[in-house]
């Protein structure tokens, strides 16, 4: 049988956790963001024809690598290597995934593909940073636990 636990009362209005929350994101989306953009460049630049699904999970895996790698390095800085790369694979995979299906979806629906601009960059960008953002709030609030 199924123990139901009552679930904690999340504080949503506590600015001090959203500024932090934000700076995690924004660390996320910035190693996520290197190698999703990267990924989806080289297949427009180099003219490199594969379907679009493809092109966009191939992204998501190579912004979730990036994003490992960056806080690896990051982290580094304070630990032992091996530390570094198992705490960074401890970060929070629903955050990371979420924020890249957000900004793919997005780059889809403007787009109709895999393709950039100068100006859906900074929409997906806002979107890859909106949609984890309530998530890492709750998880920091609620398990102590920063996405990074």
Known sequence: MVAITKSPKVNWLQPGKWKKASYNTLWCLLGCSIGDLGTIAY???????????????????????????????????QMTISTALRTALGMSMISMVSMEVAMNLMDVLLMGGAVLTW??????????????LPYNYWRLEVLGKACH
């Not at 679009?52 to 960056?70: D, E």
């Not at 100006?119 to 984890?132: D, H, S």
């Open 43 to 77: 297949f427009q630049f180099t003219g490199t024809h594969w379907p679009t699904l493809i092109i966009m999970c191939l992204a998501i895996v190579m912004g979730l690598l990036t994003s490992i790698l960056l806080e690896t390095i990051v982290l580094s800085k």
């Open 119 to 132: 100006w859906v960059i900074p929409i997906m960008l806002a979107a890859g940073f909106i949609t984890p």
